[in-house]
């Protein structure tokens, strides 16, 4: 058993890796190796009594002394990993992880706008400067593929400019998500902490700006099941939406609601885990299904054997628009649908004939978000957890 938790704020050990002590006997260990390379407080001894150990490789010893090197290109880092010795394939393979790490440092401006438009939000200027600001971010901002965070910058330039229909139906994307969605989303080279604090910042402009208690409750519902903090608790109880199990009940009976299923299911299982999915398969027809947000359809994961039986003909209709959709999260969430019988059964089989279709598996999805630095942490993870425990994949949190 690997002690490995994924969490907001990454991949880390949870309390029995720390109880684990690092010697030479089981040094060939992979989550004694990862641990080091995760949170060097492990290291109890010195780094000299450490590489005294004969049964590390090179490659391991040129990790966890790397931080102690000079490196500030790739010919220093390949000159570093010739000095320890690592073979030349090795080499090849860390300097690609190298540059591609490199890579995802540069691609944070639509971050930058988020963080630029949260620090100026009440910085009082003209209507025309206001519009010409917002222009100038639209043309960039339209170079990125539709995310959460996306979203959030147009819902701040809305706000920003008054237009609260704008500003509610940007919110109301992020609302049909899973919040997994999240780590796709803020897949950027910026600590955990950082993104957490700018996504209060956010959190309360919305409450303070947005005329819709319902969204904004809604909202902060939301990333309440992301950033289990005193912060959002404070800001809910601050705004009367901090709801209780009967002013969920009431609230969600609002027609209008009702198209949030998958937030609502969330919402419900914070009270009780299994009312999550008894929302879904008592609310969940045919209508709802036909015109479903395609990000919301991890709820199908939720239908009793019953309901997806009836439903059929529409789920496999989804799948497939699912499945042509090029971005990391559809992905993932095809190959986490498929894990379920039913679903993978409607997928396979199309009017009695097996289809002929190519489904990745999950090592070779997760090998390739990572070989692409897509969500190294969560990649990583789930590596871990399929019993991938290749030193090489280690290379990816030196970086």
Excluded at 11 to 24: P, S, T
Excluded at 165 to 174: D, F, L
């Amino acid at each position: 058993m690997i002690p490995v938790i994924f969490g907001i704020h990454g991949l880390r050990f949870g309390e029995i890796g720390q109880h684990i002590k690092f010697d030479c006997k089981n040094g060939h260990a992979f989550y004694l190796k990862a641990m080091l390379v995760l949170d060097r407080s492990f290291l109890k001894e010195s780094y000299e009594d450490l590489l005294k150990c004969q049964n590390l490789s090179n490659s391991f010893r040129a990790m966890i002394l790397y931080k102690q090197s000079n490196i500030d290109s790739a010919l220093d880092l390949s000159r570093y990993l010739k000095k320890m010795q690592v073979g030349s394939d090795e080499i090849a393979e860390i300097l690609k992880i190298y540059q591609v790490k490199k890579q995802k440092q540069k691609h944070i401006k639509l971050y930058e706008i988020f963080v630029d438009l949260l620090n100026n939000f009440y910085v009082s200027t003209t209507k025309e400067n206001s519009f010409f600001v917002s222009k100038k971010y639209l043309m960039e901002i339209d170079k990125y593929p539709e995310s959460n965070l996306k979203s959030m910058v147009k819902s701040l330039m809305a706000l920003k400019n008054q237009n609260v229909a704008w500003a509610k139906e940007e919110v109301k994307k992020i609302l049909f998500t899973d919040s997994k969605k999240n780590i796709f989303d803020f897949d950027i080279s910026l600590p955990s902490k950082t993104i957490e604090n700018d996504v209060l910042k956010y959190a309360e402009i919305l409450s303070k700006t947005l005329d819709d208690k319902n969204i904004v409750g809604m909202y902060l519902n939301y990333i309440s099941n992301i950033h289990d903090v005193l912060e959002i608790y404070n800001l809910k109880k601050k705004t009367r939406v901090n709801w209780s199990f009967t002013d969920i009940s009431k609230q969600f009976m609002q027609g209008p609601q009702k198209k949030f299923l998958g937030l609502w299911s969330m919402i419900f299982a914070q009270f009780n885990e299994g009312s999550g999915e008894d929302i879904i398969n008592k609310n969940l027809d045919l209508n709802y299904l036909e015109n479903i947000n395609i990000y919301e359809l991890w709820i199908i994961g939720e239908l009793n054997l019953t309901r997806l039986e009836s439903y059929r003909k529409v789920i496999l209709k989804k799948l497939q628009e699912l499945e042509k959709i090029d971005d990391s999260y559809a992905k993932y969430l095809l190959i986490e649908l498929l894990k379920i019988g039913k679903i993978r059964e409607i997928f396979l089989k199309n009017e009695g004939k097996h289809r002929r279709v190519f489904v990745q598996t999950e090592h070779d999805l997760y090998s390739q978000f990572l070989n692409a630095g897509q969500v190294i942490d969560f990649s990583l993870y789930n590596l871990i957890k399929l019993g991938d425990f290749r030193e090489r994949n280690l290379w990816w949190k030196i970086f």
